[in-house]
């Protein structure tokens, strides 16, 4: 069936180390996916994505890492700051359910000062 | 320019009650959709929409009603609320099938 798991569901680091969250999908058909970020009471709002022909993504301090074979995907925050705290959603593109986006079911990041 | 907007963004309202939920976007994107976040974040997907035309129809009760009288916008009635349909409600846009959403700013739909 559809899934996306996602692990931890929360992360506690503090100021200026890294972190990385990893999520896992069950539809090989998947071939994009893209992750989010979510501040309390705030919209889901997309911070990286990464296409199934590409194995690494870096967009300043975050980065994205896929490996179609295990069909896994990662996350990595370098640097975090106390504004990185938020929750994190990654998400796995269905293709052949009319692409929908399936969420794994969030990591809340701590960043502590 | 807000790019996907949502109306109302706070919604309390008595169990048994019908309510309607709207959104526009101004992206000039081809797909629309709902999602439906629930007390423990999880997002989950509800319907979607792409050139007005219904795509996706997950096994949501027949009581939520999508409708899309343009590319531009997509409502969402709900009738004979239930206790346990409040959550946020979530549209969202995307240019097309397989690309990333932009999310509205959400309802918080609260039944007592």
């Known amino acids: 069936g559809e899934n996306v798991e996602q692990h931890p569901s929360t992360l506690s680091v503090q100021e200026g180390d890294s972190a990385v969250i990893k999520c896992t999908y069950s539809d090989s058909a998947s071939n994009y996916f893209p992750w989010y970020k979510q501040e309390l009471g705030k919209r889901p709002q997309l911070i990286i994505d990464?296409?199934?022909?590409?194995g690494e993504k870096k967009d300043q301090r975050i980065a994205v890492t896929l490996n179609k074979t295990a069909k896994h995907f990662s996350l990595h925050i370098t640097e975090t700051q106390p504004e990185d705290s938020a929750v994190y959603f990654c998400?796995?593109?269905?293709?052949?359910?009319?692409?929908?986006?399936?969420f794994g079911q969030g990591t809340e990041l701590s960043v502590k000062p | 320019d807000t790019a996907v907007s949502q109306t109302p963004k706070y919604l309390v309202t008595q169990m048994g009650n019908d309510k309607s939920i709207k959104c526009e976007q101004n992206l000039g994107h081809d797909t629309m959709y709902w999602y439906k976040q629930d007390s423990k974040k999880f997002l989950k997907i509800m319907f979607s929409y792409n050139n007005k035309e219904l795509i996706i129809n997950e096994t949501v009760p027949n009581r939520f009603s999508p409708k899309s009288p343009d590319k531009a916008h997509l409502n969402l009635h709900i009738n004979s609320l239930e206790l346990g349909d409040s959550a946020v409600y979530f549209c969202a846009s995307s240019p097309d099938r397989n690309y990333g959403y932009t999310f509205g700013s959400g309802t918080r739909l609260t039944v007592v």
């Open positions: 998400a796995a593109s269905f293709y052949n359910q009319g692409g929908k986006l399936i």
């Open positions: 990464i296409r199934s022909n590409v």
